[in-house]
């Protein structure tokens, strides 16, 4: 009888060490998936970055002071060939009644060569600033739409990571479930003695035969609330209490 | 692992994302086509037909006002004269000015153009990315594209040589005028801007 009992006892605090362990595997087992989904995120998003990052660059680049220099002197360049085209048209009014000097004539175009070159370097600013607005504004469109790409990426981290939470709950069942067996193996190792022993005085009697004859054992028995049928169960800590008492 | 659970919502929800995600690559896509005529050669031309407006419009107010200019100078016998052909280049000078104006405005509308493409194409991709239907966004562009490629109308010029006229020729005719108001007083407050030759005459007449 002794003997089974122990083995029960053995039998439940092993499933219930197992249990543990299948919990503790299951928890792990969590604990990786968030681990690796974090990082895939993390990595999804410096993908993302990279592919930014040029986006950005390039357009400082394009920024800079000395690439402003040379948009500003193509536009006036563009400006003061189209004021030239404009210049040689025919105006079609035919010739002027009032003669003109060749030494006006002279003095015109010169003041309209350089009025003409001072305003298309000043067109030139005007038409890098156009420049430099839709390169900002095309760049801002691609950055844009890696931004909605890197939001809507991150919007489903918070919700793969509710999804890990439950990832090992598989193992997390098997290991509370071996546990519960385990406690109610060990339970049974307890209550196993009780059993045997109510069948009556042939089982006292035998226990007294077994050893249990000590003064202190009977005077336990003789005191106990519980009236005692057998042996006091030595692992239960109630009745190892009270056995300790006497 | 076999044990490993868990429901399929962020799976679902990704699907999800990625599908609208492509939604609006798309849309964007379709956005560029819509909008790939607007190119520099587009708004180049956008410049040259603002210029092809208005140069002729330019060309008929210096004709007529150096036609003004002419019967002024006749009229005073300074047709000849180097005054008359200062004046003249003065006249030429303000009309090469009026035509650098006309490039520029042909510029700038061309500018001002460029950014109202740019900012619908930039409005149209807003909505693509916000929109639960990104193809219809992109149709909406096609239609948005082909609303700029219409023609727009044009003020008239104005008076391009109005400050020419009113102050060179008036000056002109306050200096013919100035000798004769000197010798009689009653003539020193006749205002002489804006009168033509005849009024002035009848007041040196009188």
């Known amino acids: ?246 | 692992m076999g044990l490993g659970g868990g429901s399929n919502a962020a799976d679902a929800q990704a699907a999800q994302q990625a599908a609208q995600l492509a939604g609006v690559k798309k849309g964007v896509a379709g956005i560029d086509t819509a909008f790939a005529g607007f190119n520099p050669q587009f708004y180049n031309q956008r410049a040259q037909d603002y210029t092809a407006y208005a140069l002729p419009q330019l060309n008929q107010q210096y004709r007529q006002t150096g036609q003004q200019l002419d019967y002024s100078l006749a009229d005073k016998g300074l047709s000849n004269s180097s005054a008359g052909s200062t004046a003249r280049g003065a006249l030429d000078q303000n009309y090469a000015l009026k035509k650098q104006g006309v490039v520029d405005t042909a510029t700038q509308q061309s500018q001002q153009l460029q950014q109202q493409v740019q900012g619908q194409k930039n409005a149209l991709i807003g909505e693509v990315q916000s929109a639960s239907d990104p193809a219809g966004v992109a149709s909406q562009a096609i239609g948005t594209a082909a609303g700029f490629q219409a023609p727009n109308t044009f003020a008239p010029l104005g008076q391009m040589f109005g400050d020419f006229s009113n102050v060179y020729l008036a000056n002109q005719y306050a200096n013919a005028v100035a000798p004769y108001m000197n010798q009689n007083p009653l003539l020193s407050r006749v205002p002489t801007t804006g009168m033509n030759s005849s009024a002035i005459s009848n007041y040196t007449l009188n």
Do not use: C, H
């Open chain 1, 1 to 246: 009888m002794g003997v089974v009992t122990g083995l029960e006892t053995i039998a439940g605090l092993a499933a219930a060490a197992a249990g543990t362990g299948l919990s503790l595997y299951g928890n792990a087992q969590t604990q990786n998936k968030m681990n690796n989904d974090v990082a895939a995120e993390v990595s999804q998003q410096n993908a993302l970055s990279k592919r930014a990052q040029p986006i950005v660059a390039s357009n400082i680049d394009a920024s800079s002071a000395p690439k402003a220099k040379a948009d500003i002197s193509s536009n006036a360049a563009k400006t003061l060939a189209q004021y030239n085209t404009v210049e040689a048209l025919p105006s079609s009014t035919g010739p002027a009644s009032t003669p003109v000097s060749t030494l006006t004539e002279n003095r015109v175009k010169g003041a309209t060569d350089q009025s003409n070159q001072a305003a298309a370097k000043l067109m030139g600013y005007g038409g890098w600033q156009n420049d430099q607005s839709l390169r900002n504004q095309q760049a801002g469109n691609q950055l844009g739409l890696i931004n909605t790409e890197a939001r809507s990426d991150a919007s489903l981290l918070p919700l793969r990571l509710q999804q890990d939470q439950s990832y090992g709950s598989g193992w997390n069942t098997a290991g509370s479930l071996l546990s519960a067996l385990g406690s109610l193996a060990g339970v049974a190792g307890a209550v196993a003695p009780a059993t045997g022993a109510a069948t009556g005085a042939a089982d006292a009697a035998d226990a007294v035969s077994q050893g249990y004859s000590s003064p202190a054992f009977l005077n336990f028995a003789k005191n106990a609330s519980v009236p005692m049928v057998g042996p006091p169960n030595l692992f239960d800590p109630y009745q190892l209490s009270l056995y300790n008492q006497y």
